[in-house]
Structures are given as C-alpha cells and as structure tokens.
C-alpha cells in the first residue's frame, strides 16, 4: 500500500505543506503512521480525506464544522444543514459586497458632479447616500397624500366645463389651500438641507422654503450657519439635522 510523506501529499491535492500540518494540528488529518526516523506517512484513504477537506475548503466550510463532519459517523443527516448555513452565509456576504459597491458606485457619481472637491464633499455625499431610502418614501408619501386632490381638480374642472358646476371647483379650491398649508408645514418639518459652503445640515422656517426658489433635488435658501443664500440639496430630516436646526 502507498505511503505518503507530508510533502507528497500536498502535492497530490495542490495544498502547501503547511496546510497538511495546520490539518494535522487541527485533528483533522493525522497522519497513519509515523515512519522510524519519525516522519509522517500518509495513506491513499488519507489522500481522500484531504481531498473532501480542500473541496469543503472550497465551499467556505470553516475547519470546525468540517472537523464535526468528519467525525460524525453518518455525515449524511449534517452536511446539509451545514451547507444550507454555508449557503446563508454566503448570501448575506454577497449582500454586503454588493450593496458595497453600490455604495462606491454612488460616490464615484457624486464626486462627479462636486466642482470643488474636499473631505467635506465625501461627507455631503455620504449622508445623500444613506438619506436616499428615507427621502424617497417621504416623496411617496406627498404623491400619495395628493393624488385625491389632482383627482377632486379634473373632476370639478371637467363638471365646470360639461355641466355648468361651478361650486365642487370651489370645494377644491377651499381643500387645495387647506392642503397647502397642512402639508407644507408637515414637509418642512421632515426636510432638511445642506449648505454647499460650510456643509452644515439646517431646516428653514416654513415660510422661508415655500416661497424659496427650489428645483426637485434643491432649494435657495439662506444657511444660518454661515448666511451663504443659495441653493441647497434638499435631504430628509434626521437627529443630525433636527440638532442643527
């Protein structure tokens, strides 16, 4: 029967010999016999056992679990469950990885669009970057709360015209300045900007912001932290920003 010394071994299944050792410290592949100069001789079953180690190795088994595998005497009933943790595992990695490079994606597009660059503009962008989900569902929420206005507005424009009914136009004219006022107040309270001069995070007075000239990711306002006036990223409000104000 073929003996095999550690450096054979690892040859055979394309690992260093510092590998076979580490098994061999880990209990995990001892070798079969010792020859009588003491060195360590490994068999053809041997041969196998690395083999299954570096293919479990190359799953992303940790050498506990592969240890536990080996020693069980049906091996069957645990290794599913260690590969549907693997599995998990992996998954939840790949997670991170991606939304990672996204993440860097999404500053190499903002750093971009900085015309003059400095460690602020890295901290500007990363607070964009993680306001993104909170001031999207805000903006749903306004859509959402004025879609029954748009609707009440066509529908009385259309009786206005078809039908000579004037007062269900009025009806939406009265909700549409209640609307107004209601939601601008709830909106200012939920937004906040960044001043592009001194990278403070501020909320402007109600009436400042309605009346401020704006475009959809933007308002000109005046920052009270330096008083440069003009246009700010609009962000959704957080602890940072509710501090600031």
């Not at 592949?29 to 690395?50: A, F, H, I």
Request: glycine fraction near 8%.
């Amino acid at each position: 029967m073929s003996r095999y010394t550690t450096g054979e071994i690892a040859k055979l299944c394309g690992v260093t010999v510092r590998t076979v050792q580490y098994y061999d410290t880990r209990g995990i592949l001892m070798p079969s016999e010792l020859s009588e100069g003491g060195r360590r001789l490994y068999s053809e079953d041997d041969v196998k056992r690395l083999r299954i180690i570096c293919f479990l190795r190359d799953l992303g088994l940790p050498i506990d679990s592969i240890g536990r595998l080996l020693s069980e005497d049906d091996p069957g009933s645990v290794v599913s469950l260690l590969l549907d943790q693997q599995e998990m595992a992996l998954k939840k990695e790949i997670g991170e990885r991606e939304d990672q490079l996204r993440k860097i994606s999404e500053l190499r597009s903002g750093l971009r669009s900085v015309g003059e660059f400095s460690v602020e503009s890295i901290g500007d962008i990363a607070y964009l970057m993680n306001n993104r989900k909170k001031l999207r569902n805000l903006r749903i929420i306004m859509l959402i709360a004025g879609l029954p206005l748009v609707i009440l507005q066509w529908s009385s424009i259309i009786l206005w015209i078809t039908k000579g009914i004037r007062w269900l136009f009025l009806v939406w004219l009265a909700v549409s300045i209640i609307y107004a006022v209601f939601f601008s107040r709830w909106y200012f309270k939920k937004m906040a900007y960044i001043c592009p001069e001194c990278h403070n995070v501020f909320q402007p007075t109600v009436k400042e912001g309605f009346f401020a000239r704006h475009t959809y990711a933007a308002r000109r306002l005046r920052c009270p932290s330096c008083g440069h006036r003009g246009f700010c990223v609009e962000v959704a409000a957080g602890t940072e920003a509710e501090s600031d104000a």
